[in-house]
């Protein structure tokens, strides 16, 4: 593991220097947190709009005190954003996602998260290297062009889901929310396949090896986190460490969380989709077996970390934006940089409608429920919320063409000004048309001013979002289950709830009679108060 000399830096190389540095930038996530609150009840600013204009300021601000030396108070190696910062904010997603809308739309999530990403990177990855060679950018190879394909696929639908209100819209939400989840393991997962593919000697079969290398690890990956995620269950069931003390249950979800990261990498799968899906099973699982203050600390504890990891990222990229070394390339031939940026702007913009708009359309005509079925509103809402870049498109860029947060070639510092330039103007510009275009396209949708905020400040209880989804499942699974067609006839006709039936039942009878879960965890008889919700 480096160390935190490898990790930051502040060009002066005094520790001294270092700690007011590192004292600075603590100072200004402290104001993205205050300012990001006090512009909360418009919904128009979210916490990565503020985090940026805050980065940017701070930037000008330092620029001008160094005399266009550095618009940066820290410099840290691109291995940070993997090994630290991206973990926390792509395991709180898995932990608190909506599992009964999640898996119930699971293969139209699937469809537009995998298959949809798969199309969007084929197109923006030929479409570089075609309009590419015609600016003459720098040497930028093959492998260069299938990795800005798949930075430039993962998207970034946060600011979407702050204005789309979940209880009038719960279909459209847990897509866009599901879609915005799997997009970024599946593009991380592209990625990884793309650095460990030998792309010298390019035969006829490369797109099948390819594809078998992307499976690979994409299933292994999963397995992975499943694995560890029920292993962290059976531990915390079985040891019972809450009667004793509520900190070792917390610490030892948030170990074995990290765990599954770290190991996936070591082993050189994807750590993204692993922890994903790991916290998927933790809280499904491990997170009935503990305490009933702990359920509240890990859910708040990890929605903490995932907030101050990404309000860290958008802050640092606002200060790297204005970064003298990689615009020094730039200036020379501005016009390369703003061309480059518009080229991969407008690819995102067709990537996304080239398979949000025919994939739907499938989607529709395997539904026979109207109220199942996306009407062009809601289309045009999905493709929408895919078009803003942000924190994994950043971390991905910096560990394709920066070493240490710095680039040598103009042809990648292009590459990193250009990214910077499309996060920056999708975050910002289409952030903030985000609520007002969705006022219009569905009025009925859109979070009231004052509504979210007295929701969230107590007036729903705290494990609701946890465990709302299985209560329903369970409430209504007799009354549903009453008279069940046949299994084949099921299948052929309802696949996604008869593969949902047939879990339920496995679930109830072998895995959570070992892994502990909801019904089946030692604390149920200090949990009346949430089964009486």
Not at 153 to 163: E, H, K, N, R
Not at 309 to 327: P, S, T
Request: proline share 3%; charged share 15%; with cysteine.
């Amino acid at each position: 593991m480096m160390g935190s000399n490898a990790l930051f830096g502040t060009g002066i190389g005094s520790d001294v220097d270092q700690l007011y540095s590192i004292t600075l930038f603590v100072a200004l996530l402290s104001a993205c947190i205050v300012i990001g609150h006090l512009l909360e009840e418009n919904r128009w600013i979210n916490e990565s709009i503020t985090a940026l204009l805050i980065g940017l300021c701070s930037g000008i601000v330092i620029l001008l005190t160094t005399n266009g030396k550095s618009s940066r108070i820290l410099e840290f190696d691109e291995q940070l954003f993997f090994i630290y910062l991206l973990p926390p904010i792509i395991f709180n997603a898995g932990f608190q996602v909506k599992k009964k809308q999640f898996f119930r739309n699971f293969m139209t999530i699937v469809l537009f998260g995998v298959v949809g990403t798969l199309i969007s990177f084929c197109i923006i990855s030929f479409g570089a290297k075609s309009f590419f060679a015609n600016l003459d950018i720098g040497s930028l190879e093959l492998q260069d062009y299938l990795a800005i394909g798949a930075i430039f696929s993962a998207t970034d639908s946060v600011c979407t889901l702050q204005v789309l209100n979940q209880d009038d819209t719960p279909l459209l939400y847990s897509l866009v929310f599901g879609e915005g989840v799997v997009n970024d393991a599946t593009s991380v997962v592209l990625f990884n396949a793309i650095q460990r593919f030998d792309l010298s000697h390019v035969k006829s079969k490369i797109a099948a090896q390819f594809m078998g290398n992307f499976l690979t690890l994409f299933i292994t990956s999963t397995f992975l986190g499943i694995v560890i995620g029920l292993l962290c269950a059976y531990l915390i069931k079985k040891l019972y460490l809450g009667r004793h003390s509520t900190d070792r249950e917390v610490a030892l979800m948030m170990l074995m969380a990290y765990l599954s990261y770290v190991m996936s990498e070591m082993f050189n799968l994807s750590g993204i989709l692993t922890v994903f899906f790991c916290g998927i099973v933790m809280s499904h699982y491990t997170w009935h077996n503990v305490t009933q203050s702990s359920r509240t600390t890990t859910r708040h504890a990890f929605a903490t970390l995932s907030f101050v990891a990404e309000a860290f990222i958008f802050l640092y990229v606002g200060m790297d934006a204005l970064d003298i070394e990689k615009w020094k390339f730039v200036s020379e031939s501005p016009g390369k940089s703003i061309a480059a940026s518009a080229v991969l702007f407008g690819l995102v913009l067709v990537g996304r409608a080239s398979f949000i708009f025919p994939l739907s359309f499938l989607s529709n005509f395997t539904k026979k429920s109207k109220s199942d079925k996306f009407d062009l509103k809601q289309q045009v809402t999905i493709w929408w919320a895919g078009l803003m870049r942000g924190a994994v498109s950043m971390a991905l860029a910096y560990n394709q063409f920066a070493r240490s947060g710095h680039t040598q070639q103009p042809g990648n510092a292009i590459m990193i000004t250009s990214t910077i330039t499309v996060v920056l103007f999708s975050t910002i510009v289409f952030g903030l048309m985000t609520k007002p275009l969705l006022k219009f396209l569905l009025p009925q949708s859109i979070i009231p001013e004052h509504g979210m905020e007295s929701e969230t400040a107590g007036t729903r209880p705290i494990l609701m979002p946890l465990l709302d989804d299985e209560e329903n499942v369970e409430v209504g699974k007799e009354s549903s289950n009453t008279h069940l067609p046949s299994s084949l006839h099921m299948l052929l006709t309802t696949p996604t709830n008869t593969i949902h039936h047939y879990w339920r039942k496995f679930d109830d009878a072998i895995m959570r009679p070992v892994f502990g879960g909801r019904g089946f965890a030692q604390l149920d008889s200090g949990s009346s108060e949430e089964a009486s919700e």
